[in-house]
């Protein structure tokens, strides 16, 4: 009896099981139109986890529009029962018949779905009414270059409401440039009212990536149909055209600090501008780096050796990029307090920086020349009178020494004239330690010369792959954080994939999966709440200062994880 209870409390719960797990799924239409939008639903008569299902395996027919999750809990007649549903819009890269494969959870699958997509006469008509252009300033760059990618939304018919996305960029940095222009322009008769949004784009690997349009998506309103009284409105969806970027990297022969640029300017100039300069009077050297189409944290730090008889006092750079016409324009200054300590004539070293011309692709030198001042005493410093030199008598000699001068001198006691006394002579010793520290100090400084050589050749033969993730993760990190600092919610969606991606080297295309390779809960509950912010009717202001402490701490983990090992020897204690 016992044994009958129990398989059949196992087949009941074996049964609910299943139930639980039942997988269904479904679309809101069949068949679509091209550059149409469609709503898969993935319904789970259970609780599950957000990231149950992998919606990646629909990207070679769809465009995936964004995935939300929602579940309800029911209790008719103490039956509980739960259901997850995922809903995720998804827009058809072509036309024909495109299969939706099925989705498994704990075993059980759904049925995979027939969608038709069809072009007809109707949407080519829709197409003329709204539609999106894409465009790339250029489509041949190099590695870090700068490239202006522009869309323009061209719209004749009247909308209720609208939202365009940012443009999917693989491996690249992307930000908004200024606001976005309105104005109106005639094509074939038909009045259209454009609204153009511009992007800067830094590559940050090399390669040919495809960069997909912006979607457009709006509520459009449908004048000649009408309920209770109402204009009816019809959801549509449009991309313009992909463009194709394709990444030259750094050449194997370049040597120094990365910077691609069409145009590279260097200036120099002292203040005040005068013939003569006076010692301890301080001169202000300003030191400008200008280069075109390259962001502001790719321009290099400026270094120059200054003679020893001049101190000098740096002030903190400044970093600056302009919109001159079609073209960025990113400048460093630098600004230096120059200090000469002595009269003369003082050369300031000439300066120099080293770039990658990407018209001639050629490696190029931008200089500032050597430029020699006059420095003259100061009359308003008091001069130090100088004390007389003190003559030194020497002790008197004891008799060992008086035995031994006897005994090496000849007798001259007959001659002998008080004269003043000379100084006494530096002795052996301190010469042989002289000698001992300067050859030391030579050996010292031969070392290091062969050291830096060696890892000088090193870093040459590495530079291709070095430069390329160091770089490239400075930069990422540099944006993620500026967007941190400044509270923007959609630039931190944004830059935080790219960063984790060069931080790990891993390929990383969504914030999803970027929150899964940081796994970490804190990082977690701070991008939940960051989402959360966005649509909070009590207007919740979210702040990034803990977003931000907790990505510093992964950063310097990685960073020291990813340190080559010197091969120092152990000390002794």
Avoid at 46 to 67: C, I, M, Q
Avoid at 160 to 178: D, F, H, K, M, R
Avoid at 415 to 428: F, G, I, M, Q
């Amino acid at each position: 009896m016992t044994n009958i209870i129990i398989i059949c409390a196992s087949a009941l719960l074996s049964f609910n099981a299943a139930a639980l797990s039942r997988v269904t799924a479904s679309v809101n239409e069949n068949p679509i139109q091209l550059n149409e939008s469609v709503d898969l639903v993935i319904a789970v008569d259970d609780k599950v986890d957000s990231d149950a299902f992998d919606f990646s395996v629909l990207e070679s027919n769809f465009r995936l529009l964004g995935t939300s999750v929602s579940s309800e809990t029911r209790m008719i007649n103490f039956k509980t029962t739960r259901i997850t549903r995922f809903t995720t819009r998804l827009m058809p890269k072509k036309a024909g018949n495109l299969t939706i494969p099925e989705f498994s959870y704990q075993g059980i699958s759904s049925n995979p779905i027939s969608l038709q997509v069809t072009q007809n006469a109707s949407s080519t008509d829709d197409n003329k009414r709204i539609y999106v252009e894409t465009e790339l300033s250029q489509n041949d760059v190099w590695l870090q270059q700068q490239v202006t990618y522009t869309t323009r939304l061209f719209l004749s018919v009247q909308i209720s409401s609208g939202s365009l996305t940012q443009p999917e960029i693989e491996g690249a940095l992307v930000e908004q440039e200024g606001k976005d222009k309105e104005y109106d322009k005639i094509i074939n008769g038909v009045a259209y009212r454009v609204i153009e949004r511009t992007y800067k784009v830094i590559p940050q690997r090399s390669g040919q990536f495809s960069i997909q349009s912006p979607v457009f998506q709006a509520e459009v309103v449908e004048n000649a149909r009408r309920q209770f009284g109402f204009n009816r409105t019809k959801t549509i969806s449009r991309v313009g055209p992909d463009q194709t970027l394709n990444v030259k990297a750094i050449p194997n022969h370049y040597v120094g600090h990365w910077l691609p640029s069409e145009m590279v300017m260097l200036n120099s100039e002292l203040e005040p501008k005068q013939q003569e300069y006076y010692v301890g009077e301080p001169i202000t050297r300003v030191i400008t780096l200008s280069a075109l189409d390259v962001s502001e944290e790719q321009l290099p730090e400026i270094n120059a050796q200054y003679p020893a008889d001049i101190k000098v006092y740096p002030d903190q750079a400044e970093v600056r990029t302009n919109l001159r016409g079609d073209q960025y324009i990113s400048q460093r200054v630098e600004t230096q307090a120059l200090i000469p300590s002595q009269a003369g004539s003082v050369t300031l070293p000439a300066i120099e920086i080293t770039w990658w011309n990407t018209k001639t692709e050629k490696m190029q030198t931008t200089q500032v020349d050597a430029q020699t001042i006059n420095v003259v005493a100061n009359p308003s410093m008091a001069s130090t009178p100088t004390q007389p030199a003190q003559i030194m008598t020497p002790p008197a000699p004891n008799q060992a020494d008086t035995e031994l001068s006897n005994s090496a001198e000849p007798d001259t006691q007959d001659d002998r004239t008080l004269t003043p006394a000379s100084p006494a002579p530096v002795s052996a010793w301190s010469l042989n330690y002289l000698v001992i520290l300067f050859v030391s100090l030579w050996l010292i400084t031969l070392g290091g010369l062969l050291w830096v050589l060696f890892n000088k050749q090193k870093d040459k033969s590495d530079v291709g792959h070095v430069n390329d993730h160091s770089q490239s993760e400075k930069l990422a990190w540099s944006r993620l954080q500026k967007a941190c600092q400044k509270n923007q919610i959609e630039q931190i969606q944004t830059q935080l994939p790219i960063w984790v991606a060069a931080i790990y080297q891993t390929p990383i295309a969504t914030s999803h999966q970027a929150l899964a390779q940081l796994d970490n809960p804190n990082v977690n509950e701070q991008i939940n709440a960051m989402q959360a912010s966005r649509f909070s009717p009590q207007g919740n202001h979210w702040q990034a200062q803990a977003l931000l402490i907790e990505l510093k701490k992964i950063r310097q983990t990685q960073l020291t994880k990813q340190q080559p090992n010197t091969h120092l020897a152990k000390l002794n204690p």
